[in-house]
Each structure stands twice: as structure tokens, then as C-alpha cells.
């Protein structure tokens, strides 16, 4: 559910889901901000089909990232202005979309430094990146501790993890042993202080895979070397 704007200049912020519950959170357009990892998982990307079902989705999206894209200052002053009214100090960034570019993960850690009694949690493929930032920035502690940066993996995928980021990951049946599992409601696991939001560096969260390319994408899990 996205809050209503006056106008084409001013963010969307989504108040939450059933996946996510009550967590205000902002994301932005899929493909284009994942632009170059697509073909990894585009055939089960359930943010694709889930965008395309709703007019209010897209149009959302696509104005976060017209702004991002244009106007990162503003983007980034919006987003704070919406943190610093919050009663609930927990936030998520792109439910959908990736971390589009350098610019967008500095906004990210810029708030996450604003607001240190806020917990931020973002997941991304863009691991070269995060990598790049941190090796650019001081190592791990470019990333604040309240930001839970998770690093996604697909099978068929390739990851460099020098900081040994959290990572999450997609099961096609029997949960992998040493895994914590994804309860599927992320202000569930924040308020009980589980889950993604306590994984620490080298530990893997798993999501159970149900799409429609079930068949398909069980095959690419057994050719890897995941489990």
C-alpha cells in the first residue's frame, strides 16, 4: 500500500505488506535498477510479476527512480524527512528494485548514520558494489552496524564476499542444515529479534522457493554447490 502524493515530485513510500508487515520501506523499479544480475533470476523474479499486476506499483516505482536517477538530493531528503516522523524504528529499503547505483547505497548509509536507533535492512545482488564501497571506505565498518546488509545469492551465481556479509537464499526443498529459515514476515522476526535482522557475518537465510518455475529452477540448485 502506497501513501498518496500530491504530486509527480514527491516519493512513494509503501506502509508495508503481508511479507513485510507495518514497515514503512521504499523501492524502486525493478530491472532497471537491477540492470546487469537480471539474468540470473529474471525468469523467477516474483517482484517483476507482482508489479506488473498493479497500475499504483508501477507508477511508484518508477517515480522513486526517476527521482533517485535525477535528483539524488532530493530523494535522500525526502527519505529523511519520512524517518524523522516514523514512530516505528525499523525501516526496509527495496522490497523491490535493487541498490540502482554508488549514489543510492550512499543515501542508505547516510540515514543509517542519521538515525542510529533506526534498524535498516536491505538485500541485494549488487555484491561488486557493496564490495567496492566497503574496499574504498575502511573496510566492513563503512557499512553502519544498524544497516543489515544482506548479500542475495541464486544459484548459477557467482559471489565474492570479502566481508563476509550475511546472505540469503532460495531452497527448493528441505531447508540446507546450518540455515536459519525466513518466516516469511519481516516485522514478525524484528520484533522477536530474529531472523534477518540478527544474522550475523558467514550465517545464510533461506526462502523456500513456490513459484511457478518450481521444475526449473529445482534443476539449477542441483547443479550447483550450494548445499
Not at 554508488?102 to 545482488?125: C, G, H, N, W
Request: with cysteine; glycine share 6%; charged share 20%.
Amino acid at each position: 500500500m502506497y501513501s498518496k502524493r500530491k504530486n509527480s515530485y514527491e516519493i512513494c513510500i509503501s506502509k508495508g505488506n503481508s511479507k513485510i508487515g507495518w514497515i514503512k520501506n521504499i523501492s524502486v523499479a525493478p530491472i532497471i535498477a537491477c540492470s546487469g544480475i537480471c539474468k540470473f533470476c529474471m525468469d523467477h523474479c516474483y517482484d517483476i510479476k507482482s508489479v506488473l499486476q498493479y497500475d499504483d506499483v508501477v507508477n511508484a516505482r518508477a517515480r522513486n527512480f526517476v527521482m533517485l536517477a535525477k535528483n539524488p538530493m532530493e530523494f535522500y531528503i525526502q527519505a529523511r524527512q519520512v524517518l524523522s516522523s516514523q514512530r516505528k524504528k525499523l525501516f526496509r529499503w527495496n522490497v523491490g528494485g535493487e541498490i540502482y547505483n554508488l549514489t543510492y547505497l550512499q543515501i542508505m548509509v547516510k540515514l543509517a548514520s542519521d538515525f542510529p536507533e533506526t534498524r535498516f535492512l536491505v538485500f541485494t545482488k549488487k555484491h561488486f558494489l557493496v564490495n567496492s564501497y566497503c574496499e574504498r571506505n575502511g573496510g566492513r565498518a563503512a557499512i553502519p552496524e544498524n544497516l543489515k546488509m544482506i548479500f542475495s545469492f541464486w544459484p548459477g551465481m557467482e559471489m565474492n564476499n570479502p566481508y563476509h556479509f550475511p546472505v540469503s537464499c532460495p531452497y527448493p526443498e528441505n531447508l540446507p542444515e546450518g540455515w536459519v529459515e525466513c518466516s516469511g514476515n519481516c516485522e514478525y522476526c524484528a520484533s522477536n529479534n530474529i531472523g534477518c535482522w540478527t544474522l550475523k557475518a558467514g550465517e545464510t537465510v533461506g526462502f523456500h522457493y513456490h513459484g511457478t518455475e518450481e521444475k526449473a529452477f529445482s534443476e539449477i540448485w542441483k547443479e550447483s554447490d550450494i548445499a
